[in-house]
């Protein structure tokens, strides 16, 4: 009985996790997409900062929020700084995706990057496109 409620309140705890970071994450992909300049650079600074502190946090990420806003912010129209940023963010999460084998995939489109998600195709031989 006692083991039961332990992994009962050990699966609660992970999804209680999880459901913050969503949540986390989410509201600074909304601030990506709404803020100025300035607002846009501590956004990405705390989005490097939650992508670091756990390594839960990139699959979480990667696998629920819509990463396109996150690649527009590659576009040059934003300062380096901002852009900078945006490469590393965006560098973070694609490790995550092949590391954990999502069905998504960097594609470098020149000045313009995407993150496209597949459907239920393995990733094997789809990073690198010519």
Request: contains cysteine.
């Amino acid at each position: 009985m006692q083991s039961d409620l332990d992994m009962a309140s050990s699966w609660l705890s992970k999804q209680t996790n999880d459901l913050d970071l969503l949540l986390r994450s989410r509201d600074l992909f909304t601030r990506l997409q709404i803020g100025g300049l300035e607002f846009k650079h501590k956004t990405l600074d705390s989005l490097i900062q939650l992508l670091s502190e756990d390594e839960n946090s990139g699959s979480v990420v990667a696998k629920e929020v819509n990463l396109n806003c996150l690649i527009h912010l590659l576009d040059p129209i934003y300062p380096d700084s901002v852009r900078d940023l945006a490469i590393v963010a965006a560098s973070m999460l694609d490790s995550v995706m092949r590391e954990k084998q999502y069905k998504a995939v960097l594609l470098d489109g020149g000045d313009k990057a995407q993150f496209i998600k597949l459907p239920n195709w393995p990733l094997g031989g789809c990073e690198e496109f010519s």
